[in-house]
């Protein structure tokens, strides 16, 4: 990120007045319920600068009148971001700076701290200071507009609560969480979706081992997670690391898919045995996390998502993936004891 690059981004006036226009579009509502979700949004955005993300860390610090991100990693930072369609760069300091009364922006790279002080949409500070380290590292501090989200401060387990789903979702990724001097949380999740599944759920009542499977494909990175369960309590999806209540195509794609594989295998095993989308909801738990780099909507404003392309590549992945699965490990279904239809 050069610093010409930095201010494009954080003085594109117009750009900016847009989004001021349509709080709803990027932020899904006004209130602290927006507020949650610009930091959602942010952390998410965040991660972009990271080379791989298992050797990242986010530090988040919450106080009455601000916010505070730090980002640090063990390898380089990623400071080059491309747009992507007709998406800016850096999307959620634009949406940051339009909501604010108050941004800064500090970097530290090549031995040189660079900040930046935005009150109200102007540059009111720009400072260039020599420090000895070199590790690279950004912070960026975020006093929200009382007027967009009013006064009231973030619920501290509200946002725990997210900041402990995304480490979740992003496996080895650290987030430091704190309020003040009153709490202080670190969330660090080597196994991910796994780490996902056994936190929510009691895992007394499975059977058999879960079916845990990735694959990178042009258009996404598709993981997921089986666990065979009588009393299923987890049944998630995620799409760069936001959950679509209501489902959508990647949903109905994952469950094509499922279906589709299982019932091949039981035919080839001779069971006399079919699972449908029902019976396999009332045995399962599962999670499914999907990231794609061009993503038809923007974060925590979509309950449902429509993508055919994303449907087809979902439904392909799980079908094989499970397929081969089962061809390695056979004794699984007699493990799980799929109920099923007869």
């Not at 709080?23 to 509502?29: C, D, L, S, V």
């Not at 970097?107 to 701290?113: A, T, Y």
């Not at 992945?317 to 799980?336: C, I, N, S």
């Amino acid at each position: 990120m050069s610093v010409a690059h930095l201010l494009t981004v954080l003085e594109n006036d117009e750009f900016i007045e847009r989004i001021q226009k349509r709080p709803e579009a990027f932020i899904g509502t006004t209130g602290l319920v927006g507020l949650e979700n610009l930091l959602v949004q942010t952390i998410n955005g965040l991660l972009e600068f990271f080379i791989e993300k298992n050797q990242g860390k986010i530090a988040i610090q919450l106080s009455r009148q601000q916010i505070s991100f730090q980002v640090s990693s063990t390898r380089p930072l990623v400071f080059e971001q491309k747009q992507v369609d007709l998406e800016p760069p850096f999307l959620y300091l634009s949406v940051l700076q339009a909501f604010s009364k108050q941004v800064g922006i500090s970097i530290d790279q090549e031995k040189q701290r660079t900040i930046f002080i935005y009150h109200q949409g102007q540059l009111k500070k720009r400072l260039l200071l020599p420090i000895e380290e070199t590790q690279e590292r950004i912070e960026v501090l975020f006093w929200p507009d009382t007027q967009i989200f009013g006064t009231e401060s973030l619920s501290y387990m509200r946002v725990l609560q997210q900041c402990q789903q995304i480490a979740m979702l992003n496996p080895g990724l650290k987030i430091l969480l704190t309020q003040e001097e009153e709490q202080k949380n670190l969330f660090y999740y080597p196994k991910g979706l796994s780490n996902y599944l056994f936190e929510k759920d009691n895992p007394l009542t499975r059977k058999a081992a879960p079916i845990i499977q990735a694959k990178q494909t042009e258009l996404a990175l598709v993981q997921f997670i089986l666990s065979k369960n009588h009393a299923p309590q987890v049944q998630k999806t995620f799409v760069n690391g936001h959950y679509p209540s209501l489902g959508g195509t990647h949903y109905e794609g994952f469950l094509d898919g499922v279906v589709a594989a299982f019932n091949q295998f039981l035919e080839e095993q001779h069971y006399s045995l079919s699972v449908t989308a029902d019976s396999f909801l009332a045995e399962f738990d599962f999670v499914l996390a999907i990231t794609i780099p061009k993503p038809r909507y923007t974060d925590a404003t979509k309950t449902i998502l429509r993508n055919t392309e994303l449907y087809e590549v979902v439904k392909e992945v799980v079908f094989d993936e499970l397929q081969h699965y089962f061809q390695r490990h056979p004794k699984w279904l007699e493990q799980g004891r799929i109920e099923g239809n007869e």
